[in-house]
């Protein structure tokens, strides 16, 4: 069996998109129209979760076509999933924690108007080849601490998340759950 071939190109990225909440600087989420696409995106995780257990969240991209589909997803040098991002937030929207993909520095360039050096992040492009039906899972375990490290506390939040497939930035429908003592 062979594996995804692996294109060979380079990105940069720069931010703090999880302090912001910002998918990918630069970028607008596409909102589709009442055209079905092929592929969706949805996060599966429990809706009820005890106090201080890691919840396991997946999100999942699916092929609802007829036809295969070959997706181009971005993955960091230093991360061994493609390039993705979970929010958990309050219901009244105040991010708890937040995934963001692993930066991987690159080497420096020089800006050549200004002739200064420049460091970004480095990543590579891959594609995946999903047939009509074929889901591709990203999986994430988060420990129920904050962005400080703290625990978090008995309540209700949200779960929102998003995935750049080629020029496309796909958001899944929010999803809700509780922890409970």
């Not at 995106?41 to 997946?58: D, S, W």
């Not at 963001?100 to 480095?122: H, N, T």
Request: aromatic share 8%; hydrophobic share 40%; net charge positive.
């Amino acid at each position: 069996m062979t594996s995804p071939p692996l294109l060979a190109s380079v990105l940069f990225l720069m931010g703090a998109l999880c302090r912001h909440g910002n998918v990918w600087s630069g970028a607008e989420t596409e909102r589709f129209g009442p055209q079905p696409q092929p592929l969706s995106l949805h996060i599966e995780a429990p809706r009820v979760v005890r106090r201080g257990t890691p919840m396991r969240i997946e999100l999942v991209l699916v092929n609802h076509g007829t036809r295969p589909v070959v997706a181009s997803l971005g993955r960091s040098l230093s991360d061994t999933q493609p390039n993705f991002f979970l929010w958990i937030r309050k219901r009244d929207g105040v991010t708890v924690w937040c995934r963001a993909p692993v930066k991987s520095p690159s080497m420096p360039s020089r800006d050549s108007a200004r002739s200064q050096p420049r460091i970004g992040y480095a990543s590579v492009t891959f594609e995946i080849r999903l047939a009509p039906g074929a889901s591709y899972r990203l999986k994430e375990q988060w420990p129920q601490r904050d962005r400080d490290g703290n625990p978090v506390a008995v309540g209700r939040y949200l779960i929102t998340g998003s995935l750049r497939v080629g020029q496309r930035v796909l958001e899944p429908p929010v999803r809700a759950f509780r922890i409970v003592n």
